[in-house]
């Protein structure tokens, strides 16, 4: 496909810009009109009103859908296929419950933290709230204590491994947009996510749960245990879940010695991420599934199923990746970068505001990442930057795309009625760890900037 070569006016392409962000607030707010729409008829309006020609604007609203799916889509398909198996086998029930036996329940929360963060790097956060949270009201139920004690370090692991860890779906496609390697990705996404954890789920939770006193929901249920015959083994699945982490961070770290050079290629190969993935569902497959007693009938339908909400978040993503692509063939990124340039304000920021600022407006988290993912991809300032840092980047894009959680947000209305309160509650407890989690993204991104 050629590429373009329009260039708008300016102050008519900001115009346009202005006047399709807002036309997608008000659709997507106002009119509730579905995400992968009003992105869409916004990103047609953007290029339409920035006089870009017709031929031109549906070129690059195909060239935008493909490119976007181009690095993302096989990750998030085979990260739902890899899920699908760990939530049916018990597998991170497994895990949480065998690390609450090692803290102990006085320590609970932070056994609960590590499942919800291990599994949310894997697992889409409405699954793992419906895995997971069982386990947490069980927990209430014994001691006595607010729910709150316990659901926030899950949802606050879950939300983090979503964000900064691949392969989750948010990481990947971040870091996908600006370029960065998945294994520079892991390592920088590791300890701002463990960061994150601490602060938002493990303290925020002590002192939300000591003032607010959540009661259990009405016909709440302790987790069920998985069958005796099916019922994997923590080291078993935590193996498992190591298998994609450990293939590519090893890829990344081979270039980096020169003893591993003879096998560089076998290693390359092996940490293609797409193929990690591969191997780890596979190994999930016959551990989880064939050994435990899955027939090959059973896990075919458990796969099915875990692919089904894949269609939805990919087709939300496309959208916004067509808006970036709108935006930059119009030659936005020369008119907005010098501009955030000369504001002396480091790209670290401007790219968590930006995310923030949609996060806010919109809600939806991963319109969020894809509009400043592809605002800050345009920038050319950001052609030359360092992958640690364009990693940085990704955290401190995904952190504004996660605070400000509130009322416009699908996953605000999920934890206020499965844990049965009230809007303020879940203002103070939710939307505040939500915001906890992004501002410790940008803190540690700025932080890992300084040293790329």
Known sequence: ???????????????????????????????????????????????????????????????????????????????????????????????????????????????????GLVVGTTVFLEAGVVILLPLAFGLARKTGKSTLYYVIPILAGLATGFAFIPPSAGSVLVANMLGVDLGVMIAVGVPTGIMSLILAGIFWSKFIGKRIHAELPAGSQEAKA???????????????????????????????????????????????????LIIAVFCAMYFLGTKAGYDAEELKKIMDRSLRPTGQILLVITGGGIIRWVLQDCGMGEIIGPALEKSGLPLIIVAFLIAALVRASVGAAVVAMTMAAGIMAAMPAVAGLSPVYLAAMVCAINGGATAFSHVNDSGFWMVSSLLEIDEKTTLKSWTVMETIIGFTGLACAIVISLFA
């Open 226 to 276: 998985s069958e005796d015959g099916k019922r994997p083994s923590f080291d078993t699945v935590l193996a498992i879940i190591l298998v994609p982490l450990v293939l590519i961070l090893t890829n990344t770290v081979s270039a980096y010695i020169p003893a591993l050079e003879p096998v560089r290629p076998v290693l390359e190969f092996l940490g293609t991420p797409f193929v990690a």
């Open 1 to 115: 496909m050629t590429e373009t070569v329009f260039a708008a006016e300016p102050s008519r392409l900001l115009i346009a810009a202005a006047a399709g962000i807002l036309l997608l607030l008000l659709l997507i707010i106002k009119f509730k009109l579905h995400p992968i729409l009003s992105l869409l008829i916004a990103a047609l309006v953007i290029g339409l009103g920035a006089g870009m020609p017709v031929p031109t604007l549906v070129s690059t609203v195909e060239k935008g859908a493909g490119d976007t799916l181009q690095g993302i889509v096989l990750l998030i398909g085979l990260g739902s296929l890899f899920g699908g198996i760990l939530e049916v086998s018990g597998g991170a029930q497994c895990v949480a419950q065998t690390l609450i036996n090692k803290f102990g329940e006085k320590k609970a929360g932070i056994a609960l933290g590590i499942t």
